[in-house]
T-cell receptor
Framework: DSGVTQTPKHLITATGQRVTLRCSPR?????VYWYQQSLDQGLQFLIQ???????AKGNILERFSAQQFPDLHSELNLSSLELGDSALYFC???????????FGPGTRLTVL | DAKTTQPNSMESNEEEPVHLPCNHS???????IHWYRQLPSQGPEYVIH???SNVNNRMASLAIAEDRKSSTLILHRATLRDAAVYYC???????????FGKGTRLSVIA
């Protein structure tokens, strides 16, 4: 158990819909990262927050957004969903130093 | 980001040592070498990291070439539980994101 929790575990929805994925980092970790894992693209970094502020952006679509709240939990919002958004979404958290990232169990999103 | 090259797959017998290679010829002087692994149906898991010197921890050892252009992750006695995809990642210091390649899929045979 990494100490990072993600909800829900599974999500099935339809194209065009909007969903919210939630992540609670390890106690005390200020950094939260979101990654997407699909069969064709592998594991890709989406976005990073540090203590409530956006820190780095990766291959995140404009239809996707995220935020980190004062209690340090984070949410990833995916809107206007397409079939290609079906993937595993992982959240990770880390502390400074040594910057080791601890990953949650992931949310499996299926868009029908 | 500097790139790493790993074999697509490797196979090992249980209880045998495993050496997983990684080439990173364009590594910069400040890049750390990180290894993560992903067991089936789980999120990635940190294994080990180093900068210049060889490193050991309870999971594995990391041997880094003198010129830092390659490294090897060593699992001293592979178990069935070690079957996973192993990722070698170069990472700038600080709280930076991980850039995953395709990794090496390790199969362990009983």
């Amino acid at each position: 158990d990494s100490g990072v929790t993600q909800t829900p575990k599974h999500l099935i929805t339809a194209t065009g819909q909007r969903v919210t994925l939630r992540c609670s980092p390890r106690s005390g970790d200020l950094s939260v990262y979101w990654y997407q894992q699909s069969l064709d693209q592998g594991l890709q970094f989406l976005i990073q927050y540090y203590n409530g502020e956006e820190r780095a952006k990766g291959n995140i679509l404009e239809r996707f957004s995220a935020q980190q709240f004062p209690d340090l939990h984070s949410e990833l919002n995916l809107s206007s969903l397409e079939l290609g958004d079906s993937a595993l979404y992982f959240c990770a958290s880390s502390a400074l130093p040594p910057d080791t990232q601890y990953f949650g169990p992931g949310t499996r999103l299926t868009v029908l | 980001d500097a790139k790493t090259t790993q074999p697509n797959s490797m196979e090992s017998n249980e209880e045998e040592p495993v050496h997983l290679p990684c080439n990173h010829s364009t590594i910069s002087g400040t890049d750390y070498i990180h290894w993560y692994r992903q067991l089936p149906s789980q999120g990635p898991e940190y294994v080990i990291h180093g900068l210049t010197s060889n490193v050991n921890n309870r999971m594995a050892s990391l041997a880094i070439a003198e010129d830092r252009k390659s490294s090897t992750l060593i699992l001293h006695r592979a178990t069935l539980r070690d079957a996973a995809v192993y990722y070698c990642i170069l990472r700038a210091p600080g709280n930076t994101p991980l850039v995953f390649g395709k990794g090496t899929r390790l199969s362990v045979i009983a």
